[in-house]
């Protein structure tokens, strides 16, 4: 069966480039805009993998994570963030947030998709 993901991100070319690489991978996509879109996007769907920016307009992806890890209905879905940030007080921030990973832009399909199983197993 395949796994779905929903990926939330503010950058079109990084959704595209998303989509085209788990697809790819025989993955079904689910895609948001930003945080808030996310969270409408999540009342509909289940998704296995969250995959999230860290800076979007209206919600970022800390108050995202935040958000998905309230709810008992969405609190064991891995959340891994896909963001061009490398710095040790935001990977930290995320992790406390409930994060389950961190992949820094740009990313490796290969080594995405691997992720994407690892914390889905």
Known sequence: MAKTILTVDDSRTIREMLKAALRDAGMEVLQ??????????LETCDPDVIITDINMPRM??????EAVRGSDRY??????VLTTESVDDKKDR??????????????????????INRVAA
């Open 32 to 41: 948001a805009e930003d945080g808030v879109h996310g969270l409408e996007v």
């Open 60 to 65: 970022d992806g800390f108050g995202f994570i």
């Open 75 to 80: 609190r064991a879905i891995p959340i891994l």
């Open 94 to 115: 995320a992790r406390r947030a409930g994060a389950s990973g961190w992949i820094v832009k740009p990313f490796d399909p290969v080594k995405l998709v691997t992720a």
